[in-house]
């Protein structure tokens, strides 16, 4: 998942260039931010994933022409063999998944068991700092008492096993749970869980964040965080083939036609960092980057008040896609900060006194659909009928001020709004917020941040408020609701710093229980302790517009499958 994204619309904004004449083949992506990190272990937004699912591959992937989502193995060469009472997976590993070339290993280093392991140990080792902990924490048998004998060490990491993950030979993985974990499947399916060889981790002093090593379709050549990533075509790619199988979508769209057929197409890959969306469109329209994921001020240039794409645009032999997402936006406020966290009137306030539906307007063209419930559409127990506590009422807002202590704001120190980028769309969304809560008497101060030191600040709970936003990992109400669990405090998911007893009693239910009616009845409870206690303030579910250029093939937009590139193919440019 990742921690939140704005901007993750742009995650697929692929875009291709031939240059060097007959047989050059390149594919140019552009970024909306700046990277902020390669290492699958700490990776955890939009943006580095990008490269990350390129170069990196866990045991499991989400089939690329299948909707409901459905997983295949990857790295695995099937369906592990699960224990009667649901505790203990055994994994057979794929045979001849050799690594990038790389300094790091042996050239022809191929994949073992181990290498998981080591993955997994990275995720509980502190001194890793990964957010994606949460995927294991009280989960593995074991695992948290390494977790703590062996604390920041390197040493001991390399010395102690960790009792409850395993490789019996190099082809066999074997993972022993404290308790049943449905989601299992979906954490290896996520780079976090991506293979690393113990030499690569020691030759590097478990430091991935400017170096990677990885067995996926491309690997990096060249790499600049705030610049661009290039990226080449592994030439011994094995471990997967196009899919055979879709939905109806992808068989009216002629998406199975390259069934069966080795990945990747693409020869290179270039990765360019470009931060304001208008200069994203004038690529887009001087055929410089080859898909674009539309914003508010692009939506009447190449739509019609009816959704469609323009006939002028058509003409030009570009396509659209529109797609529901799984992202989806609120206001989020840190529970520990001593005004914010510790005054709900003051929350109600804020949550009252911001026009929502404004805000749609403004920054989504009316697109987005505006949030009834802390779940997105799309996964189960979501409800179309739920309805939100609070709407935008300038006078109860006043009201919930005045029993916050602070009546029409006097007394009420400047609260600070963190934003997650530089743009301008970031600034002038802080700058909405602002105003509104100015026509209530409160001063805010929109404090700009480039998206990795917004990352940072979130990870160290050092946000007072904010716009939070989230893409599911996996389409399950756990990966929504362990957001607010007092066990992923930062640096994990869990940025509000929210902690209530009774909401976490109830997640431990919920997460070891497979789709049903009782955990729908569960989630509604959940749904209502937040509500009342209101770490978020729920803001909008996003729906994407996606043009491309008719000559980019195979193309299918998802905001959770990441390693789509090796299926696109460049075709009659």
């Not at 789709?515 to 509604?524: N, W």
Request: glycine letters at 6%; one cysteine or more.
């Amino acid at each position: 998942m990742k921690l939140y994204c704005l901007l993750l619309i742009l995650l697929a904004a692929l875009g291709c260039t031939k240059k060097g004449g007959k047989g050059s083949d390149t594919l140019n992506i552009s970024l909306p931010n700046d990277i902020s990190t390669l290492d699958p272990a700490t990776c955890y937004d939009s943006v580095c994933y990008v490269p990350v699912f390129q170069v990196y591959e866990p045991l499991f992937e989400l089939d690329y022409l299948k909707r409901p989502y459905s997983l295949r193995p990857l790295l695995a060469e099937g369906f592990p063999v699960v224990s009667t009472d649901k505790l203990k997976y055994t994994f057979k590993i794929k045979k001849g998944i050799k690594y990038h070339d790389s300094p790091l290993v042996q050239k022809g280093r191929e994949v073992k068991a181990q290498d998981f392991v080591n993955q997994i140990k990275r995720l509980a080792f502190q001194g890793t700092r990964s957010p994606g902990w949460f995927l294991f924490d009280g989960k593995i048998k074991g695992l948290n008492d390494w977790r703590d004998k062996v604390g920041s060490d390197l040493n001991l990491f390399f010395t102690n096993q960790a009792p409850g993950v395993s490789a019996p030979d190099d082809q066999t993985l074997v993972i022993e749970l404290v308790r049943p974990y449905p989601q299992l499947l979906y954490a290896l399916a996520l780079t976090f869980t991506a293979p690393l060889p113990e030499e690569a981790i020691r030759t590097q002093n478990n430091d991935f964040s400017q170096k990677a090593l990885g067995t996926g379709a491309y690997f990096i050549t060249n790499y600049n965080s705030t610049q661009e990533v290039v990226l080449k075509k592994n030439p011994n790619y094995v471990s997967s083939v196009y899919p055979s199988q879709g939905d109806r979508f992808a068989n009216e769209k002629n998406l199975l036609k390259d069934a069966g057929a080795k990945l990747p197409f693409i020869e290179n890959v270039k990765m360019t960092i470009i931060k304001e969306a208008q200069t994203d469109w004038l690529n887009f329209m001087g055929k410089k980057i080859d898909m674009v994921a539309l914003n508010k001020d692009q939506y009447a240039l190449a739509l019609t008040e009816e959704g469609k794409i323009k006939p002028e645009i058509t003409q030009q032999k570009i396509e659209l896609q529109a797609s529901p997402t799984l992202i989806y936006w609120w206001i989020a406020f840190n529970m520990k900060d001593p005004v914010v966290g510790k005054n709900l009137n003051l929350r109600q306030a804020i949550a009252h006194g911001v026009n929502i539906d404004k805000y749609i307007e403004l920054f989504t063209y009316k697109v987005a659909q505006k949030a009834n419930s802390i779940y997105p559409p799309g996964i189960s127990g979501y409800s179309p009928s739920t309805d939100l506590p609070y709407k935008y009422d300038l006078e109860k807002a006043k009201d919930y001020l005045r029993k916050a202590g602070y009546p029409d704001g006097k007394g009420l120190p400047t609260l600070v709004f963190d934003i997650r980028g530089t743009d301008t769309r970031r600034r002038q969304m802080g700058e909405f917020i602002q105003q509104e809560l100015r026509n209530l008497g409160i001063t805010v101060e929109v404090n700009i941040n480039t998206f990795p030191k917004f990352l940072e600040k979130s990870r160290k709970g050092e946000l007072q408020f904010w716009q939070g936003g989230w893409i599911l990992d996996y389409p399950d109400a756990e990966n929504v609701l362990q957001l607010l669990y007092s066990g992923n405090l930062p640096p994990g998911p869990n940025s509000s710093q929210y902690v209530n007893a009774e909401y976490d009693k109830l997640f431990e239910q919920v997460k070891e229980m497979e789709d049903g009616l009782e955990k729908t009845e569960l989630m509604a409870k959940m749904e209502a302790i937040v509500n009342k206690d209101l770490p978020w303030v729920m803001q909008y579910y996003s729906r994407n517009y996606i043009l491309f250029h008719d000559y980019m093939k195979n193309f299918r937009y998802s905001d959770i499958i990441y390693n789509h590139i090796k299926y696109i193919k460049l075709q009659g440019k």
